[in-house]
């Protein structure tokens, strides 16, 4: 009990933390799974028309290129949605190891290890802002 008090978690609302490393893992599967999927799509459909008009090798081809097309897609949102806040994060960063604080709040959008970082970047730069405050109060 005594950890929990001192980790925040009894302020915090319950939302579910899955981390970065489980949401690949799943996308990996994802992506291993779209060949079936179009497969199991195309034997269960009339797709006799379509193997007559491209034949085999062109049905497998079309096939091949929508999975290419899913999986590059899925890979560009994926990489982004991780490197789009560190990049934030960094420039952030910059911004306070330059003195300046007036943009120094990092917007957490999302509750896996990135947004577990942003936060206590946004807590480091708030306890920073009190102690900056409170030296300029001695200072007076």
Do not use: C, H
């Amino acid at each position: 009990m005594e950890g929990m008090a001192k980790s925040g978690a009894w302020g915090r609302s319950l939302a579910l933390q899955i981390p970065i490393f489980y949401k690949l893992f799943a996308s990996m599967l994802f992506v291993a799974l779209i060949p079936v999927i179009l497969l199991g799509i195309m034997a269960a459909g009339d797709t006799g028309e379509i193997v007559e008009i491209l034949g085999l090798q062109g049905t497998v081809f079309v096939l091949t290129l929508v999975t290419l097309g899913i999986v590059v897609m899925w890979s560009l949102f994926l990489a982004s949605s991780i490197t789009r806040p560190i990049t934030q994060l960094s420039e952030v960063a910059k911004n306070v190891s330059m003195g300046d604080l007036r943009e120094a709040n990092v917007e957490v959008t999302s509750n896996d290890e990135i947004g577990e970082l942003a936060a206590s970047f946004n807590r480091m730069i708030n306890s920073y802002r009190v102690l900056d405050a409170l030296a300029r109060e001695d200072n007076r």
